[in-house]
C-alpha cells in the first residue's frame, strides 16, 4: 500500500539553527500539506502546496517558514532561525485530487529546538 | 466556540462492549467530515470519512447531522486494539483539515 514517508524521524537543533524536513508524498497525489502538533495539543494545519504554490496557509505559517517541491518526489518544510516553540511533531500530508479530500499522514519528523 | 469540539475522556470500556463518540463543528460551511485515529506518538490515520447518509465500515459506524452540527462514531464489539485516541476532523471547503483535540478510548480486556 502506497505511504507518505517523511526524514528525519528525529531532529534535535539549536535555536537559532536552520532545519529542512523532507517528505515523500504519495506518487499519485497531487495536493501535500504540513501539519504540526505540539505535544499533549491538537494537530494544526499549517500549509497546503498544490501545482509548484502554496495554495493555504495558517497564521502559523509566517515568514520563518518556507516550502518546496525541489523535483518530482520531494516536498520539504524549511524553518529558518528556530525558537523553542517550534518544537513539535511535524506531519506531511497528501491527498489525491478528490472531492472528499481524503489525507493521508507521514509518521512525522520530531523536532526538539534546544 | 472551538472550531471542532470532543469530549477528550478516557473512555475505558471493556473488550466486547459498544462505545459512541460525539463531536460537533461550528463552521456550518463544513463540507466534508471524517474520523482520525491517533495512537500515542504516531501520525493521525484515516478510520473513515463521514458521509451525509452515515456510513459503516465494519465494527465502525458513522454519522452525521448537518442540521445540528454533530458527528458521531460507534465501534462495535470493541478490541484491544481500538485503544486510541479519535479524532474528528472537518473540512471547511478550502483544502486544511480542522483538528478536534480527541477522545481517548481504552479498551480493557
Known amino acids: 500500500e502506497p505511504e507518505v514517508t517523511q526524514t528525519p524521524s528525529h531532529q534535535v537543533t539549536q535555536m537559532g539553527q536552520e532545519v529542512i524536513l523532507r517528505c515523500v508524498p504519495i506518487?499519485?497525489?497531487?495536493?501535500f500539506y504540513w501539519y504540526r502538533q505540539i505535544l499533549g495539543q491538537k494537530v494544526e494545519f499549517l500549509v497546503s502546496?498544490?501545482?509548484?504554490?502554496?495554495?493555504?496557509k495558517s497564521e502559523i505559517f509566517d515568514d520563518q517558514f518556507s516550502v518546496e517541491r525541489p523535483d518530482g518526489s520531494n516536498f520539504t518544510l524549511k524553518i529558518r532561525s528556530t525558537k523553542l516553540e517550534d518544537s513539535a511533531m511535524y506531519f506531511c500530508a497528501s491527498s489525491e485530487t478528490s472531492l472528499y479530500n481524503e489525507q493521508f499522514f507521514g509518521p512525522g519528523t520530531r523536532l526538539t529546538v534546544l | 466556540r472551538k472550531e471542532v469540539e470532543q469530549d477528550p475522556g478516557p473512555f475505558n470500556v471493556p473488550e466486547g462492549a459498544t462505545v459512541a463518540f460525539n463531536c460537533t463543528y461550528s463552521n456550518s460551511a463544513s463540507q466534508s467530515f471524517f474520523w482520525y485515529r491517533q495512537d500515542c506518538r504516531k501520525e493521525p490515520k484515516l478510520l473513515m470519512s463521514?458521509?451525509?447518509s452515515g456510513n459503516e465500515d465494519g465494527r465502525f459506524t458513522a454519522q452525521l447531522n448537518r442540521a445540528s452540527q454533530y458527528i458521531s462514531l460507534l465501534i462495535r464489539d470493541s478490541k484491544l486494539s481500538d485503544s486510541a485516541t479519535y479524532l474528528c476532523v472537518v473540512n471547511t471547503g478550502r483544502r486544511a483539515l480542522t483538528f478536534g483535540s480527541g477522545t481517548r478510548l481504552q479498551v480493557q480486556p
Open positions: 463521514v458521509y451525509s
Open positions: 506518487s499519485n497525489h497531487l495536493y
Open positions: 502546496f498544490y501545482n509548484n504554490e502554496i495554495s493555504e
